[in-house]
């Protein structure tokens, strides 16, 4: 079955330490998202990325980094700089790629991200 | 800029029909995109407009005025499983990125 996998669910981690959150995507998409929802608010875009080894800041990247070496793969760091880090991370993807047309993003199950 | 406005809540009672209104503020405009999302959960899609009119499929039913910068979401014959936020979202320019409305969280009642 195709789609988009995330792991951990839930992830607790101590103040100070930075966190790898996975993403992986069997729908050969080109474009590859990282969202943040806080409670009662919306998605906020965080990085993406439209091409392997190509990735673009979102509206809120300070303190997190990505990578994008393989097209199925995209992982998301919070680092230690991540003021308030504790949220639910989701992360999709999408056809758009660099072509330019509008595709629906899909998205993976999220994971919880608890920083004491 | 982009800029999307949602109601924060709304309450239906089971059996009745919802209208969830969205209004947005865009320099481009690429379609309009629901999401449903239930608490804790992924979002998934349910419509995507980009022509003017009702697109109707099912029980959910949307509605876009380009003109107006308005769209709605219609829910009939709702059921309890309906209970959920639901997420307006506006392709950029380029039309690869969204910008999320707030949601709106609708409760059903039976």
């Known amino acids: 079955d195709g789609g988009i996998t995330q792991s951990p669910k839930y992830l607790f981690r101590k103040e100070g330490q930075n966190v790898t959150l996975s993403c992986e995507q069997n729908?050969?998409?080109?474009?590859m998202y990282w969202y943040r929802q806080d409670p009662g608010q919306g998605l906020r875009l965080i990085y993406y990325?439209?091409?392997?080894?190509?990735?673009q800041k979102g509206d809120i990247a300070e303190g997190y980094s990505v990578s994008r070496e393989k097209k199925e793969s995209f992982p998301l760091t919070v680092t230690s700089a991540q003021k308030n880090p504790t949220a639910f991370y989701l992360c999709?993807?999408?056809?758009?790629?660099?072509?330019?047309?509008?595709?629906?993003?899909?998205f993976g199950p999220g994971t919880r991200l608890t920083v004491t | 800029g982009q800029n999307i406005d949602q109601p924060t809540e709304m309450t239906a009672t089971e059996g009745a029909i919802v209208q969830i209104n969205c209004t947005y503020q865009?320099?481009?405009?690429?379609?309009l995109f629901w999401y449903q999302q239930h608490a804790g959960e992924a979002p998934t899609f349910l419509s995507y407009?980009?022509?003017?009119g009702l697109e109707e499929k099912g029980r959910f039913s949307s509605f876009l005025s380009r003109s107006k910068g308005y769209s709605y979401l219609l829910l009939k014959e709702l059921q309890m499983k309906d209970s959920a936020s639901y997420l307006c979202?506006?392709?950029?320019?380029?039309?690869?990125?969204?910008?999320f409305g707030p949601g709106t969280r609708l409760s059903v009642l039976p």
């Open positions: 999709a993807s999408s056809n758009g790629g660099l072509r330019g047309e509008t595709y629906e993003q899909y």
């Open positions: 729908l050969n998409h080109d474009a």
């Open positions: 990325s439209q091409i392997v080894n190509d990735f």
């Open positions: 865009t320099s481009g405009f690429n379609g």
């Open positions: 407009n980009v022509l003017d």
């Open positions: 979202a506006v392709p950029n320019n380029y039309g690869q990125n969204f910008v």
